[in-house]
């Protein structure tokens, strides 16, 4: 116990983790191999080792996986994903990717691929992973649920780790049709765009009444500068739609800058069209009414019947 001492001090200034050179500089390897069969240390990755009385940990077993693979590999969907920031549950332990032909690594979790591109791979606090939109393309293969594929998706979006154009034209390069879960992909994908669940069923709402796709958050500038962002607005015309939900928007500051924006857009012959959640959820024919009535007849679809 008093030679790991030194090693535990110096784990503690690397995020729990020694690796073989570092016991070496402290014992003979036969003690660090005796250590090891004692179970005092435990191998995070090769040659990468946490003290048995140190909790394993995502963030621990990421800087070993990555430390260990180096240009060789990249974390892996929800791993990529979880250490990106986006909304997803986090993983016990990381998954990495690497290409085809290398061979299996013990206590690691890999996957292969044979569709490895170093333009799928971003350096994120010290850590090669793959974009979010790489990830939440192989995410989506391994049985993940529509409710977290929407919440990554919203995410990723959100905080500007992807955008929808790009999330799309990657899906068509690397998903083959008949690769596990790239069809309901496909289909989550029609409403996406938004940066909430709110404004996903919102845009669901306007595809499923034929009505055109409108852009989502839209910055409006003058001189130079932002004087608005909108949820949407609808190609051709100067109707924009915000959606509200329960959350945000609530104090005297909040309401007051969303009064100055609302006033500036009318301002400048913007129409401003505002719902909340129950309108969205619970009111879609009234929304759509509102809508409908608001547009240029030519963006109604023909179907459409707006009374006074």
Known sequence: MERSLPLITMGACNGGLVTDADALTVMGPQAWHRAQDAGLWIEVAPHHYRHAATPSTFDMSVRAGAAWLGHRGALFGSSSLAWLGVDVPTPVTAEFLVPRGRRSIRSLVLHTTTRWNESDVIRH????????ARAIIDWATQGTTSAQLERAIDSAIRLRRT?????TERLGELGGS???????LRELLLDSGGESYLE?????LVREAGLPRPRPQVVFRANGTTVARVDFQFPGTRV???VCGRLGHSSDSDRRKDAHRRNHLQQTGMVVLEFTTVDVIESPARVLHVLIASLPVTQRPRSSVVGV
């Not at 955008?163 to 999330?167: G, W």
């Not at 008949?178 to 309901?184: A, D, F, K, M, P």
């Not at 996903?200 to 669901?204: G, P, S, V």
């Open 240 to 242: 924009v739609v915000e």
């Open 200 to 204: 996903r069923r919102f845009l669901r």
């Open 163 to 167: 955008a929808l154009a790009r999330l």
């Open 125 to 132: 606090d010290g850590v090669r992973a793959t974009t979010a």
């Open 178 to 184: 008949g690769r596990y879960g790239v069809v309901r």
